[in-house]
């Protein structure tokens, strides 16, 4: 099923493909909405409740509010997901760029459904999870684009993206979507009631 996350730049929809397990990476400037569409995209993984997340971010706080248990991604220290149901395990890194190469090996890249985020994609050129088959969507913003995103909004690619980025224009996303400490989850939301 694809779980849509916006539009392309040419008009077409842009969405995260939950029955294949080709790893999906967000990138662009800060504050763009990756983290926003990590937590989007988890959430509506975890709304079936037969499925876990797996979660390393540089701020686990941030995750709290959602059903599963974040870590830093300092903490990456044993491989992730070995013993999962693939089908029923996801694996999020938000902030990739914080992740060594050497570690990368103990993601379950092209195994089981993976998310990753990161700032920008300069600092990832080169780096080994680019060898692998990978989908990447650039996101902007469409009002008060700065240079680099008017190029790429007029259709231009952009050097310090991956190769094959997809430049997207994120929809506009609910207030759970946003990233929240635990104490500040929305009254009434599901979490709570699952909690
Ligand atoms: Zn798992």
Known sequence: MDVRIGTTVDGRAAGFDTTNARPLLLVGDSGRGK???ARYLTRWWLANTSRHVHVYAQAPSEWADLRCDPARPDQLEQPVA???RPRACL???DDIDLVDDDRLALLPLGAARTILTSHGGNGLTGRPLLNDDITCLGLV???HADPAEAAVLDGQGRLDWPN???AVIPDQRGPMDFPCHRWQTPAGTWTAAAR
């Open 141 to 143: 913003r469409p009002d």
């Open 82 to 84: 070995v013993d999962c």
């Open 91 to 93: 694996v999020v890194v």
């Open 35 to 37: 983290t926003t569409i």
């Open 164 to 166: 094959g980025t997809v």
